[in-house]
């Protein structure tokens, strides 16, 4: 089973700006001050358009979906958060803590997906919604699918009933824990925290307060040959654990991340990644200073076969 997806899709924002709903436990999120909504959102697009140019100058294959104007949705450029796709052809909803980033389910994403691809299963869980639980997708989880395994810190985003029992229902084990950041509140997603390549893991192991869970994560990761890099929580700050890897058309791998991300690096940790993969750092500032979230979250992989 493939730990790197061969097909990603990216959402093309329609009306990028700051999310006061999200903004409620996201501390990544900055609300703009000088430049109008109109700027952001065009400044987005650019970023964006930039992006998709890098990658697919790259060779990797991506779905590019363009979000309709209405109704507005400020977060659509991550879809990373309410659907996902697993090994073996399923597609997964999940259930998302803000209101207005629920709508996003209503996209021509799932259609688009249908279209294009073949999916052996598919399953909603957003019933949990009404119950106020949540669990928003490879923000809240980082999967080891070679080895049936996924992370998640447990946050108001990620309720830790709902994660064991995702696992269950796909076969993986469960590993949860408490990270937190320099002021001891919840990180809301464990992908700006945790970055799981095919045989590295990029982790801020200082944002794990107990040791019992720290000591937990440091031995799974070994027992499954993964060298493990450390990040510091400045780093986390500046979206170093928010990266993803991907393969091209010719299987070759890149571990895409943004500027910011990569300049953060130190230099031993640049080189002990590209001892792995290549990486390849995107110019995504808007995106990331307004939308709190980055290169990561922008990229859902498609474990899906295409349609001849």
């Keep these: 089973m493939s730990q790197l997806a061969s097909s990603i899709l990216m959402v093309r924002p329609a009306s990028f700006g700051f999310n006061a709903e999200t903004a409620a436990n996201n501390a990544f999120q900055q609300k703009q001050s000088e ?57 997964i909803v999940f ?41 928003e997708g490879t ?24 994660f064991e029992k995702f696992a269950d229902t ?57 060298e493990l890099i450390d990040i510091s929580q400045e780093q986390v700050k500046k979206f170093a654990g928010n990266m993803i890897q991907v393969k091209n058309k010719s299987d070759e791998k890149f571990t895409v991340l943004s500027r910011t991300a990569f300049d953060a690096l130190t230099e031993k940790q640049k080189s002990i990644l590209s001892l792995h993969t290549q990486l390849l750092p995107v110019n995504i500032p808007t995106i990331e200073s307004i939308g709190g979230g980055s290169a990561r979250c ?3 992989e498609l474990f899906l076969e295409r349609k001849i």
């Design 170 to 226: 796909y076969g993986y084990k469960p590993i949860s824990f408490l990270s937190v950041d320099e002021n001891g509140t919840p990180i809301y997603h464990t992908n700006v925290m945790m970055h799981m390549g095919e045989n590295y893991v990029v982790i801020c192991l200082d944002s794990i307060p107990y040791e019992a869970e720290q000591k937990e994560i440091i031995s799974c990761l070994q027992n499954t040959h993964h």
């Design 95 to 135: 259930p998302m803590f803000a209101e207005n980033r629920r709508i996003e389910k209503q996209n021509p994403v799932l259609q688009s997906i249908r279209n294009e691809f073949i999916i052996v299963e598919e399953r909603d869980w957003s019933e949990y919604e009404k119950e106020n639980i949540f669990l």
């Design 298 to 300: 922008m990229i859902a």
């Design 35 to 91: 430049s109008t909504s109109i700027n952001i959102a065009e400044k987005a697009i650019e970023e964006f358009d930039a992006m998709v140019k890098l990658l697919c100058e790259k060779d990797i294959d991506i779905t590019v979906i363009q979000d309709t104007q209405k109704p507005e949705k400020p977060d659509a450029v991550f879809p990373n958060n309410w659907f996902c796709t697993l090994p073996g052809g399923k597609l």
């Design 139 to 162: 923000g809240s989880m980082i999967f080891d699918h070679e080895n049936k395994i996924v992370y998640a810190c447990i946050s108001e985003r990620t309720d830790k009933k709902i």
